[in-house]
């Protein structure tokens, strides 16, 4: 229940810049306490209170913004999500999440194909946002001779938007050299027909012989992009995000837009450590901590700055067909022994990287689908607390898709942050189709297991993971209340998934704002709206503690503000 606690103000000397009255502000401070204003100086809020209290402080300079009973809260912080990626595709062939059968998939390539016709016959083409789980009809099968049929010599790349699949034509796998004899590399594999050859689907880390061939964005196309998205994100309420698989060129580009002074969203970043046969720990570690000596800009300030104290390791894959990429406890149904790849660092390895990063001050962020990838990263988490307690490090698992029911208790007694994606909570193709049947009722019981965790005691936090699905935060809010999809998703999609309980509204607050702050070592700075914190705050057309949880996938922003500065208001 939500508590409206007596104006509480701390006695400042300097007049507010801009006083938020008449509101239903909601702090997510401790208590969840409701008040009625804001003050904010120089980029800090000054005062949290009532109306009266605040409009005391006033004096001419003071602007006054009416908020007519409307809610606001603290800006939204999306604790993963790819943003460079993100705005990238908003500018390439895109498939856009679509249901497609087969003849509509290559009609939207061919339509890309045509508008671009001048790059014939060597230019690569580039396919985005194609949501494999969702290819109808169901389980429908879709390989390199899918693109050969397309009047084309170019070479086509199609990326899945789970980002752990490309489908390439034949042109594409000569180019990369790949043929029945070429091996799987580590961390990923080369899936072949009946008849032993490549199907054109690459799996992980084998992707990148067909991705390294393509040309790199230009620097001029890569600043677009990272614009793109920053207007994206601030129509959707995002004051911070981390960029959770950061390559140097997304460093260099949003460190581009921040010195035209247009960088509008906190903006922090996680350098990835590869998979690598004979990966040395303390190279890569040291990799790493040379891009944070080059581009962290220290404490957080009014003005969103650049921050690069989190490092990306990827576990494993992920856990739906066709992939079958996550790695499991026990084997997937219908598929033998195959209990998916072998974590993709040994765990010795990732132990010593994992203390080898803390000891730079340096903290893992994880990505683990499965529940055997999840039990390893928290073994390493384990052996990280031996030396470094929470409060120091942050350590956070992404995904957690499927994780055994004995780990749910280790998430807190280790500090371990999981980072959901309250969007996946849902029936739908790829839950449904793609895992369910793989898993077995033991295991689905326990799918995308929010609430199981958040009773368990987790720090649950938020984040997208956009592009790999649309960037839609109130939607994922509404699905990680309700575990439903929309109406619109169709009878076969109807219900709730799994036995997870969902989260509170107020849970799923908390883990888009006050929780992803934690993840990101800024609790002292953002997260909630407390007198000496930064002005990140969003307002909203509706109350979402008051209205039934499936309209809070309606949920408009009407205004962003980042350190006291307003960098989107809606249209009227």
């Known amino acids: 229940m939500l508590l409206v606690l007596a104006a509480t103000a701390l006695a400042v000397s300097n007049v507010p810049d801009t006083i938020y009255t008449n509101g239903y502000v909601y702090t997510v401070d401790k208590v969840n306490s409701v008040q009625q204003a804001i003050a904010v100086k120089d980029g800090r809020i000054s005062y949290v209170g009532s109306t009266a209290g605040a409009t005391a402080l006033a004096k001419p300079t003071t602007k006054i913004v009416d908020l007519h009973g409307r809610m606001l809260m603290p800006g939204l912080i999306d604790?993963?999500?790819h943003p460079q990626d993100g705005g990238t595709v908003l500018l390439k062939?895109?498939?856009?999440?679509?249901?497609?059968?087969?003849?509509?998939?290559?009609?939207?390539?061919?339509?890309?194909?045509?508008?671009?016709?001048?790059?014939?016959?060597?230019?690569?083409?580039?396919?985005?946002?194609?949501?494999?789980?969702?290819?109808?009809?169901?389980?429908?099968?879709?390989?390199?001779?899918?693109?050969?049929?397309?009047?084309?010599?170019r070479p086509i790349a199609v990326m899945s938007s789970f980002g752990h699949t490309v489908l390439a034509n034949s042109r594409a796998l000569q180019?990369?050299?790949?043929?029945?004899?070429?091996?799987?590399?580590?961390?990923?594999?080369?899936?072949?027909?009946?008849?032993?050859k490549p199907s054109g689907l690459l799996e992980d880390a084998a992707q990148t012989k067909v991705m390294d061939l393509i040309p790199a964005p230009t620097r001029a196309e890569s600043v677009a992009a990272a614009r793109a998205a920053l207007e994206a994100l601030r129509k959707q309420g995002i004051t911070t995000f981390l960029d959770a698989a950061a390559e140097s060129i997304d460093l260099e580009s949003f460190s581009t837009v921040q010195r035209a002074g247009d960088l509008t969203v906190r903006a922090h970043f996680a350098p990835v450590i590869k998979p690598a046969a004979n990966l040395d720990p303390v190279a890569a570690v040291a990799a790493v901590k040379a891009l944070a000596r080059r581009f962290d800009q220290g404490a957080l300030r009014p003005a969103p700055g650049i921050s690069v104290h989190n490092t990306k390791l990827f576990l494993d894959g992920v856990i739906t067909a066709p992939a079958f990429t996550g790695a499991m406890l026990e084997p997937y149904l219908t598929r033998g022994k195959d209990r998916g790849p072998d974590v993709y660092f040994p765990a010795p390895v990732l132990k010593a990287l994992l203390l080898g990063l803390a000891r730079n001050g340096l903290e893992p962020h994880m990505h683990a689908d499965g529940d055997r990838a999840v039990h390893e990263g928290l073994d390493a988490i384990e052996a990280l607390r031996k030396e470094f307690p929470e409060s120091q490090i942050r350590a956070a698992i992404a995904h957690n898709e499927i994780v055994a029911p004995a780990d749910f208790p280790r998430f807190a007694s280790l500090g371990a942050i999981p980072v959901l994606s309250f969007q996946w909570e849902k029936p739908a193709s790829d839950t449904i189709e793609g895992a369910r049947d793989y898993l077995g009722p033991q295991r689905f019981k326990y799918l995308e297991p929010a609430g199981f965790l958040a009773n368990a005691g987790a720090r649950v936090a938020y984040g997208s993971d956009w592009?790999?699905?649309?960037?839609?935060?109130?939607?994922?809010?509404?699905?990680?209340?309700?575990?439903?999809?929309?109406?619109?998703?169709?009878?076969?999609?109807?219900?709730?998934?799994?036995?997870?309980?969902?989260?509170?509204?107020?849970?799923?607050?908390?883990?888009?704002?006050?929780?992803?702050?934690?993840?990101?070592?800024?609790e002292q700075a953002v997260g909630s709206l407390e007198v000496g914190k930064?002005?990140?705050?969003?307002?909203?057309?509706?109350?979402?503690?008051?209205?039934?949880?499936?309209?809070?996938?309606?949920?408009?922003v009407l205004m962003t503000v980042v350190g006291g500065t307003t960098v989107f208001t809606a249209p009227p």
């Open 467 to 522: 592009p790999v699905d649309r960037l839609d935060e109130w939607f994922a809010l509404k699905v990680g209340v309700t575990r439903e999809n929309s109406a619109a998703a169709g009878p076969s999609y109807r219900g709730r998934l799994s036995t997870d309980p969902g989260l509170s509204v107020a849970t799923a607050i908390r883990a888009i704002t006050a929780n992803a702050a934690y993840e990101l070592h800024a």
């Open 93 to 153: 062939c895109n498939l856009n999440y679509e249901k497609l059968t087969v003849p509509q998939f290559q009609q939207r390539i061919q339509a890309c194909l045509d508008q671009t016709h001048a790059r014939e016959p060597d230019q690569w083409l580039e396919v985005v946002n194609w949501f494999q789980q969702d290819m109808l009809p169901a389980g429908v099968a879709v390989t390199s001779a899918t693109l050969d049929s397309l009047p084309t010599h």
């Open 79 to 81: 604790g993963h999500m």
């Open 534 to 556: 930064l002005a990140d705050l969003i307002v909203l057309d509706r109350n979402i503690t008051k209205i039934p949880a499936r309209e809070i996938a309606d949920v408009k």
């Open 175 to 196: 180019l990369a050299r790949i043929d029945a004899k070429t091996p799987d590399p580590v961390g990923g594999k080369i899936q072949h027909n009946a008849d032993g």
